[in-house]
């Protein structure tokens, strides 16, 4: 019998769905975790979209600075204004391998993008920027330390090695360390980092002066310079101006320091500070050299007033260059043998066509490249 026949409805089914409060509220429960789930969701993503953000934004400064044009001095202004970088928090919380993962690449790209930085800018810009936000510094140590763990000698030792192998001879005799008149060897390491030049030879001379019998004892100082005050040992100053008086080191280091745009005002300051008869040390990366050889760079120091000592060509990964100042008699039998070979005007000139260039041409575009660290 049709019980329920009504013109335009035709049931056609036998399945019936009685009202059922449980599933009812069963419907309610899964709608309700369906929601949360969303609003969840919603919360984690604008949590990701937050920490981000300063990723896209050191992204996005990256990708203006390629796109700009390369005009010089006028420029380094613009590129300032530009660095609006905040340093990353530094979170210590428990992370997954894949937070960890993504933690690492993010850690990674700050340190080349900070590294890029202090290589394409001038030095008093790399000093504001450092003063503005010194966790850029320690951000790029981090980074730069894990680079050199990967190399097979970091440079810095090489020097403490020059150094212990230097002090077996007596200061300033041939083969020995160069020392001031009063036989004290005064070092001043310039872009220091951490200073971890001034930590190991302190405590090498500490050991040396304890072995030692008294006459054979060195005295010693360093003076480590960077633009921001990790530690004690290091004073800030753009290296371009040290707060040392003319003529007052035996031996000035730049350990991969050559970084401002301006470098040749780092090679004069190493000039002005250092005693006649004394020794200027550099370590390079050696993909910085436009003749990946170096010789330009030599030429240009000469030029500046330093004699070339020895270009050491046998790391994988960085050359060392050792100068001297030439003291005021050999500078006057230089130029006098220049002016017998009708030279002197010639070497002026050169001088004269190296500042020209540098005006037109910031050194650290040409002479050494900036050193780009690879995606590892
Ligand atoms: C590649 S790191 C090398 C650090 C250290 N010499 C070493 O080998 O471990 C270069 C250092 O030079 C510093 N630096 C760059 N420009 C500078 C400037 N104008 N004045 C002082 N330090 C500078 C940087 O802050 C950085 O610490």
């Given at each position: 019998?049709?019980?329920?026949?009504?013109?335009?409805?035709?049931?056609?089914?036998?399945?019936?769905?009685?009202?059922?409060?449980?599933?009812?509220?069963?419907?309610?429960?899964?709608?309700?975790?369906?929601?949360?789930?969303?609003?969840?969701?919603?919360?984690?993503?604008?949590?990701?979209?937050?920490?981000?953000?300063?990723?896209?934004?050191?992204?996005?400064?990256?990708?203006?600075?390629?796109?700009?044009?390369?005009?010089?001095?006028?420029?380094?202004?613009?590129?300032?204004?530009?660095?609006?970088?905040?340093?990353?928090?530094?979170?210590?919380?428990?992370?997954?391998?894949?937070?960890?993962?993504?933690?690492?690449?993010?850690?990674?790209?700050?340190?080349?993008?900070?590294?890029?930085?202090?290589?394409?800018?001038?030095?008093?810009?790399?000093?504001?920027?450092?003063?503005?936000?010194?966790?850029?510094?320690?951000?790029?140590?981090?980074?730069?330390?894990?680079?050199?763990?990967?190399?097979?000698?970091?440079?810095?030792?090489?020097f403490?090695?020059q150094i212990?192998?230097r002090?077996?001879?007596?200061i300033n005799a041939p083969g020995g360390l160069p020392g001031l008149p009063t036989k004290q060897i005064v070092i001043a390491d310039m872009?220091?980092?951490?200073?971890?030049?001034?930590?190991?030879?302190?405590?090498?001379?500490?050991?040396?002066?304890?072995?030692?019998?008294?006459?054979?004892?060195?005295?010693?100082v360093v003076h480590?310079f960077?633009?921001?005050?990790?530690?004690?040992?290091?004073?800030?100053?753009?290296i371009k101006h040290v707060?040392l008086p003319d003529s007052s080191c035996s031996i000035v280091v730049f350990c991969?320091a050559l970084?401002?745009?301006?470098f040749l005002d780092f090679i004069k300051e190493a000039y002005r500070i250092l005693a006649p008869r004394g020794e200027l040390w550099i370590a390079?990366?050696?993909?910085?050299?436009?003749?990946?050889?170096?010789?330009?760079f030599v030429e240009a120091l000469k030029l500046l007033g330093f004699f070339h000592k020895k270009t050491?060509?046998?790391?994988?990964?960085?050359?060392r260059f050792e100068f001297f100042k030439p003291p005021q008699d050999i500078i006057d039998e230089r130029r006098?043998k220049l002016?017998?070979?009708?030279?002197?005007?010639?070497t002026?000139?050169?001088k004269?066509?190296l500042?020209?260039?540098?005006?037109?041409?910031?050194?650290?575009?040409?002479?050494?490249?900036?050193?780009?660290?690879?995606?590892?």
């Amino acid at each position: 019998m049709v019980l329920f026949n009504v013109d335009g409805w035709d049931l056609k089914t036998d399945n019936v769905i009685y009202y059922d409060a449980s599933s009812e509220r069963a419907a309610q429960k899964k709608k309700e975790q369906k929601e949360k789930k969303k609003e969840q969701k919603k919360q984690q993503n604008l949590k990701k979209s937050r920490h981000e953000e300063p990723t896209n934004k050191l992204a996005n400064a990256s990708k203006r600075k390629m796109e700009e044009p390369t005009s010089p001095l006028k420029e380094n202004k613009v590129k300032f204004a530009k660095l609006e970088l905040k340093a990353a928090p530094r979170t210590e919380k428990t992370l997954t391998p894949l937070q960890q993962k993504m933690m690492a690449k993010l850690t990674g790209s700050r340190f080349r993008w900070i590294n890029e930085q202090l290589y394409t800018i001038s030095s008093e810009d790399a000093l504001r920027l450092i003063q503005e936000q010194p966790q850029l510094f320690d951000e790029y140590h981090d980074g730069f330390k894990s680079q050199v763990a990967s190399w097979p000698e970091n440079p810095v030792d090489v020097f403490v090695e020059q150094i212990r192998q230097r002090s077996k001879k007596p200061i300033n005799a041939p083969g020995g360390l160069p020392g001031l008149p009063t036989k004290q060897i005064v070092i001043a390491d310039m872009g220091c980092g951490e200073a971890q030049l001034a930590l190991d030879i302190n405590k090498f001379f500490s050991q040396y002066n304890k072995k030692s019998k008294k006459y054979q004892q060195k005295s010693h100082v360093v003076h480590s310079f960077d633009l921001k005050k990790a530690n004690d040992r290091i004073t800030v100053a753009d290296i371009k101006h040290v707060p040392l008086p003319d003529s007052s080191c035996s031996i000035v280091v730049f350990c991969l320091a050559l970084m401002g745009t301006n470098f040749l005002d780092f090679i004069k300051e190493a000039y002005r500070i250092l005693a006649p008869r004394g020794e200027l040390w550099i370590a390079e990366i050696k993909s910085r050299f436009a003749d990946g050889k170096g010789d330009e760079f030599v030429e240009a120091l000469k030029l500046l007033g330093f004699f070339h000592k020895k270009t050491d060509n046998e790391n994988k990964m960085f050359t060392r260059f050792e100068f001297f100042k030439p003291p005021q008699d050999i500078i006057d039998e230089r130029r006098a043998k220049l002016e017998r070979r009708h030279k002197f005007i010639e070497t002026e000139n050169e001088k004269e066509a190296l500042e020209k260039k540098r005006l037109q041409i910031a050194e650290g575009k040409w002479l050494l490249k900036p050193c780009i660290y690879k995606r590892r």
